[in-house]
């Protein structure tokens, strides 16, 4: 009986240095992670400005090309008088 109740301490106190020791690792896994997020979330705001400035220099690159396809028409319009005005 003694040998049964130490064997059952010694496997117990085993399992609580193992039980200790893998909460200390899961605390250091979640301050890893925990830093891992905050540059994560920095580099998104980082990434978020990017894509706003890409937006606002598409948009206007996409305006200055329907002005330059308004002009490319009028000029194709004024070309075609002129070739008619000098056809005839």
Not at 18 to 46: C, G, H, P, V
Request: glycine share 2%; no cysteine; charged share 40%.
């Amino acid at each position: 009986m003694k040998y049964v109740t130490l064997t059952v301490m010694a496997l117990w106190i085993s399992f609580s240095v193992d039980a200790k020791t893998d909460i200390e690792s899961n605390l250091e896994l979640l301050k890893k992670n925990e830093e891992n997020s905050k540059e994560n979330f920095e580099q998104y705001k980082r990434n978020l400005e990017i894509v706003r400035q890409n937006e606002q220099e598409a948009i206007k690159a996409e305006k200055d090309l329907a002005k330059k396809r308004g002009n490319f028409r009028k000029m194709t319009r004024t070309l075609k008088r002129i070739k008619w005005h000098w056809i005839k």
